[in-house]
């Protein structure tokens, strides 16, 4: 597993620069190619650990951010950690204790995986339709929404519910995904503020 990693130059790449995980560089593209944050922003990462994506928001916003996990995520100056699951009421209330406005919501996980096709794109989906659910209900009017999806034969009707709610969506495969990868972010901005919705 070891070498696996280290012939991995993006991994090899995110371990000089002090990045947690090759997957920051997802977020630096993203950025880059679509200004999802804002110097101001408060953002909010589901699903956050190891904290990658968390460190790049640090250096994007001077805002609050939160990142939520399962698992316990090791301190970052200047971010907020809650242990639990994103869905749960408390972890979502906890979340709005630590700031009264969410300009953005990200979301890298991935359920684990088993191999079985159909049974991981179900999985999949309702991850992140879980994550979209928060979004709703978290986001303010105008903010901007971004979740890793895998292309399948859930992924349109993924991208119409999320299309109902922003009012700019679109589909993106980042350049540093692993070869093979069916990986796909969806990047939705300009939220319409429709928060009983999904």
Known sequence: MGSQWYRDKTYRRAMKAGYRSRASYKLIELQKRYSVIRQDDNVVDLGAAPGGWLQVARDLTEGKIVGTDLNPIAPIDGVTMITGDFTAEDVQKKVMEE???VNVVLCDASPKLSGHKSYDQARIAALTEAALAFACRMLKPGGNFVVKSFEGELFGDLMNEVKKHFRSVRAY???VSRKGSAET????????GDYDAA
Do not use: G, H, S
Not at 185 to 192: D, G, S, T
């Open 99 to 101: 700031m009264d406005v």
């Open 173 to 175: 495969r980042v350049a």
């Open 185 to 192: 972010y969806i990047i939705a901005k300009n939220f319409i």
